[in-house]
């Protein structure tokens, strides 16, 4: 079964600091990755998209990594401020004729001053 | 402004009684869908539409119904709600391939007693 599992669930860091989040998926074929942000309540905001053959791409403070051999991503983010507490979405575009989207349940980020 | 609308973000309503969330998209997108967001659980896909008048089931369609007569918009249906149908839903258009962005609507909250 296609799968996306990131880790982890939850994550408490303090403003100005460095974190990573990380996503596995098992989803064959594989067309694209993409991480989320969703800040409660409201629908996801896209913050990068990656093709099997791109590993790495950035949106300012965020950088996402794509190892598409070990089929691993991560999401790291950069001087971290309130506004980045969200929780933050690993998908997974699977090759198939209903141009499928798998997600992941998510890491709750929490930033505080 | 590029969006997604949906209404109403807030419903409470009793069980059987019929309901339709309408959505709505402005950026002439082929492809939308409906989703499901469950405490602990990633969304899950209703249904989709992949143009007018070509709709398909996702992951978890039962209890549902949609119709996709003009491009812009995409209603849900709940002919006859229960009280597993309480979830946060969100309403999503692209252009219509695998790559492209993904754009949300701000989601409707549904309770159902």
């Known amino acids: 079964k296609n799968q996306v599992e990131q880790s982890p669930q939850s994550l408490i860091i303090l403003e100005g600091k460095n974190c990573t989040l990380q996503?596995?998926?098992?989803?064959?074929?594989?067309?694209?990755l993409r991480w989320y942000k969703q800040d409660t309540g409201r629908g996801p905001v896209s913050l990068t998209i990656?093709?099997?053959?791109?590993n790495t791409k950035s949106n300012g403070r965020y950088t996402a990594t794509l190892d598409a051999d070990t089929k691993q991503s991560s999401l790291h983010i950069t001087a971290s401020q309130l506004s980045d507490s969200a929780s933050y979405i690993c998908?997974?575009?699977?090759?198939?004729?209903?141009?499928?989207?798998?997600f992941g349940s998510g890491t709750r980020l929490l930033v505080r001053p | 402004e590029a969006q997604v609308t949906q209404n109403p973000r807030y419903l409470i309503t009793v069980t059987g009684k019929k309901l339709t969330v309408t959505c709505s998209q402005n950026?002439?997108?082929?492809?939308m869908s409906w989703y499901r967001q469950d405490p602990g659980l990633g969304l899950r896909q209703i249904y989709y539409?992949?143009?007018?008048?070509?709709?398909d089931k996702g992951d978890v369609p039962e209890g549902y119904k949609v119709s996709r007569k003009e491009k812009r918009n995409f209603p849900l249906i709940l002919e006859s709600p229960s009280p597993n149908q309480t979830s946060l839903y969100f309403c999503?258009?692209?252009?219509?391939?695998?790559?492209?962005?993904?754009?949300f609507g701000p989601g409707t909250r549904l309770t159902v007693t």
């Open positions: 998908v997974v575009s699977e090759v198939d004729s209903s141009y499928k989207l798998i």
């Open positions: 539409s992949m143009n007018v008048e070509v709709t």
């Open positions: 990656m093709t099997f053959s791109e």
């Open positions: 999503a258009s692209r252009r219509g391939t695998l790559v492209d962005e993904q754009y």
């Open positions: 996503c596995n998926y098992t989803v064959s074929p594989f067309s694209n």
């Open positions: 950026m002439n997108h082929e492809y």
